[in-house]
C-alpha cells in the first residue's frame, strides 16, 4: 500500500464579508450606512449650480467674496465627508464595483464642482493689488485673510477664466494613470500561492511579501521575491505607460501654469526652496559610504557570500523576532508615548480599540500597505495590514496613529479652512511617534542581543525613510527632467535610469538582480509626484523634536503639541522653527546622518 503524501495546509486572505466586525473600522462618525451617504451626495451635488450667483461679482467689495468663501468652505466641508466615506468603502476591497462607483461618481461631482468654482480665482486675480490690499482690511473676510493671502502667491500661475475651466475640466481624467495603476496592481495582479516558513502554501500578497522578506530562511524570501517580481515583468510595459502617462500629467500642467519645471510647481504651494529638496540628496549621497559600510556587516553577521537586496529587511538576528498580537501591539505604542502626555494618549487607545479607528487585517482585494485618513467631521480613520509576527508593523501603527492624532489636534484646535495639514508636516508627527516608540523598546531591552536587534531595526528605518526615500525622491527628479526634455520614458528609459541609481544607493560589493530594476513600476507614491522626499526631510525633523520633548519639559511639549494643533495656518518651514527645527539649514539632515553612522558602529559591536 502506497503511502499518501500529506498536502501542504492551505491559508489564503479571507472574503471582506467573512471579517470579525470588531477588527474592521466604523465608520458612523462620517455616514450610518451607504443610504445616508446617497441621500447628502445627491443634496450636495444639487448646491453646485449655487456658485453661479458669485461669479461676476467679486471685485465688488470684501463682504461679497467672504459670502462666497463661506459658500465654498461649506461645500468643501461637506464634500469632504462625502468623499472620504466613498474613499474608505473603496479600499474595504476595491473589487467592489459599487463603491469604485461611488468614489467615480463623487470625482465627476467633484469636477463638475471644480468648473463651476474655477471662476473664483481669477477673479480675484483680476482685483487690482491696491484695491485687493483694502478688501483684506474688512472684519468680514478676517476668517481668510490667509486664504487670500496664499492665493495671491499664484498670480503669476493663475489663467483666464475660460482656461482655468478648461484645466478643471480635467481633474478626473488627470487620475487615470494613477486609477489604472491601483486597478492593476491592487485588483488585477495575483501573485499566486507560495511555501512560507513553515511550509504551509500561502497567498502572496502585497502584504505578505513584505512578510516573506523578514523570513529567516533565504530559499523563501528569494523565492517570493522572484516570483512576486515576475508578475510585475510580465506588465511592464504597461506599467511603465502608467508611470509615463502620469509624470507627462505633471509636466503638461506644470507648463500650463507657468512654471519652469514641474517640481518647481510642486514646491511652490509649500513655500520649500529647491535647496531643501536638493541639499536633502547632496547631504545623503555623501554618507552613503556608511550604507556601504553596513551592507557588508549585514552579510558578515548573516554569513553570507553575497548580499542581495530580499537579504535586507529580515532581522540580522531573526530569532528574536516576537509575534505580537493586535492588542499587545497597541499597549507597546501606547506605553511608548506616554511622554506625549494623557490627552493624547487617552484619545488614540480608544481609538484603536473601543472607538474603532483602525481596519487592521488583509481580507481578499483590501488596498495594500497603510494609511491614516483624518477629515473634519469625521475620526481620523487608520487602515492596516497587520501581520502579528512582522516588528515594522509595530512600528506602521505607531507612525499612522501620528497623521490620526495630528488630524484630530488640528481639526479640534483649526477651523476648516485651516485645519488640513500639508504632507511636509505631517511626516513629522508620523516618524516622531516611531521615534519615541523606538527608544522606549531600547530602554527595555535586556540582553546585548535585543538591544543589537533593536538597533538594526533602528539603523532600517532610517536607511528606509531617508536614504531609500531620497533614492526615490532623485528618480522623479531625473525622470521628470527627461520627460520636460522630450525624452520618452520608456520601460528601457525607466529601468536604465534606476538601474543607475541602485548601482550608487546599494554600492560596488551589492548584488542587484535584474528584476529589481522593476521596482520603480510598483512604488504607489511615484503617482503623487515629489511626495516622497518628505518622508526624509520629516524623520530628519522628528529625530531631532524627539530629542527636543524628551530632553526637555513643559515648554518643550507644549511647542510640539502647538505644532500639531497648527494645522496649515502656517507654512510647513514656519510651523517647524516654531516647533524648535529649521529645515532650511543642513543640520537635522546631518544630524539623522550622524546618528545612523553611530548606530552602524554600535551594532558592530554588539554582534
Not at 467679486?58 to 459658500?71: D, P, V, Y
Not at 497567498?203 to 530559499?219: D, F, G, Q, V
Not at 549585514?298 to 516576537?322: E, N
Not at 483624518?374 to 475620526?379: E, L, N, P, R
Request: proline share 4%; glycine share 6%.
Amino acid at each position: 500500500m502506497t503511502a499518501t503524501k500529506k498536502l501542504p495546509k492551505l491559508s489564503t486572505l479571507p472574503l471582506r464579508s467573512k471579517v470579525k466586525l470588531a477588527d474592521t473600522w466604523d465608520l458612523g462618525s462620517l455616514y450610518p450606512n451607504d443610504e445616508a451617504w446617497e441621500k447628502d451626495f445627491r443634496a450636495w451635488e444639487k448646491l453646485i449650480p449655487q456658485y453661479a450667483k458669485y461669479q461676476g461679482t467679486l471685485g465688488s467689495g470684501a463682504e461679497r467674496i467672504a459670502e462666497c468663501f463661506k459658500f465654498d468652505t461649506k461645500f468643501d466641508r461637506q464634500g469632504e465627508r462625502i468623499s472620504t466615506y466613498a474613499f474608505l468603502k473603496s479600499t474595504e476591497d476595491t473589487a467592489n464595483s459599487e463603491y469604485q462607483r461611488m468614489v467615480g461618481r463623487f470625482q465627476h461631482a467633484a469636477s463638475e464642482a471644480g468648473q463651476a468654482a474655477s471662476f473664483i480665482r481669477p477673479e480675484i486675480m483680476a482685483i487690482p493689488a491696491k484695491k485687493l490690499s483694502e478688501f483684506l482690511k474688512s472684519k468680514s473676510l478676517a476668517p481668510f485673510r490667509l486664504v487670500l493671502e496664499r492665493m495671491v502667491r499664484y498670480r503669476p500661475h493663475t489663467l483666464s477664466n475660460a482656461e482655468e475651466k478648461l484645466l478643471a475640466m480635467q481633474s478626473q481624467m488627470s487620475e487615470t494613470a494613477n486609477h489604472t495603476f491601483r486597478q492593476l496592481t491592487d485588483a488585477d495582479f495575483k501573485f499566486g500561492m507560495i511555501k512560507n516558513e513553515s511550509g504551509e502554501l500561502v497567498e502572496l500578497s502585497h502584504s505578505s511579501y513584505s512578510a516573506l522578506l523578514h523570513a529567516p530562511k533565504r530559499t523563501v524570501r528569494s523565492g517570493a521575491f522572484h516570483q512576486y517580481y515576475g508578475v510585475y515583468e510580465s506588465h511592464e510595459n504597461a506599467l511603465a505607460a502608467t508611470l509615463s502617462g502620469s509624470v507627462q500629467c505633471d509636466v503638461y500642467y506644470a507648463k500650463a501654469r507657468g512654471y519652469s519645471s514641474a517640481i518647481e510647481s510642486s514646491l511652490f504651494r509649500d513655500n520649500v526652496p529647491l535647496a531643501v529638496y536638493d541639499n536633502l540628496i547632496g547631504a545623503v549621497r555623501g554618507k552613503l559610504p556608511a550604507l556601504y559600510r553596513y551592507y557588508d556587516l549585514r552579510r558578515r553577521k548573516m554569513r553570507l557570500k553575497d548580499i542581495h537586496h530580499y537579504d535586507t529587511y529580515v532581522p540580522i538576528l531573526s530569532d528574536l523576532d516576537q509575534r505580537r498580537t493586535w492588542q499587545q501591539a497597541v499597549n507597546t505604542v501606547m506605553a511608548s508615548l506616554a511622554p506625549l502626555g494623557k490627552e493624547y494618549t487617552s484619545v488614540l487607545e480608544r481609538g484603536l480599540t473601543s472607538d474603532r479607528w483602525c481596519d487592521r487585517y488583509p481580507n481578499r482585494g483590501k488596498q495594500s500597505g497603510a494609511f491614516s485618513c483624518g477629515s473634519f467631521d469625521g475620526a481620523p480613520y487608520i487602515m492596516m495590514n497587520y501581520q502579528p509576527t512582522v516588528l515594522d508593523h509595530v512600528f506602521t501603527l505607531a507612525h499612522e496613529a501620528g497623521h490620526s492624532m495630528h488630524s484630530y489636534y488640528s481639526s479640534k484646535h483649526q477651523p476648516f479652512q485651516y485645519y488640513n495639514y500639508v504632507i511636509f508636516v505631517a511626516e513629522v508627527a508620523s516618524t516622531f511617534n516611531e521615534q519615541l516608540l523606538s527608544r522606549h523598546l531600547l530602554d527595555e531591552a535586556h540582553t546585548d542581543a535585543e538591544r543589537a536587534y533593536l538597533v538594526n531595526r533602528d539603523i532600517d528605518a532610517i536607511r528606509g525613510t531617508i536614504i531609500r526615500q531620497t533614492m526615490f525622491a532623485e528618480f522623479e527628479k531625473i525622470i521628470h527632467a527627461l520627460a520636460e526634455g522630450g525624452e520618452p520614458l520608456t520601460i528601457d528609459c525607466l529601468k536604465n535610469e534606476y538601474g543607475k541609481l541602485l548601482a550608487d544607493y546599494f554600492g560596488p560589493d551589492f548584488v542587484i538582480d535584474p528584476q529589481l530594476h522593476l521596482e520603480c513600476l510598483r512604488i504607489p507614491h511615484f503617482y503623487r509626484a515629489f511626495y516622497v522626499y518628505k518622508y526624509a526631510t520629516g524623520l530628519s525633523a522628528a529625530i531631532a523634536l524627539s530629542e527636543r520633548v524628551l530632553g526637555g519639559g513643559p515648554r518643550e511639549l507644549d511647542d510640539y503639541l502647538s505644532f500639531l494643533k497648527g494645522g496649515c495656518s502656517k507654512f510647513p518651514l514656519d510651523l517647524l522653527r516654531d516647533a524648535g527645527v529649521d529645515m532650511e539649514q543642513p543640520t537635522p539632515v546631518e544630524t539623522a546622518l550622524a546618528r545612523f553612522e553611530s548606530l552602524v558602529d554600535e551594532l558592530d559591536t554588539l554582534l
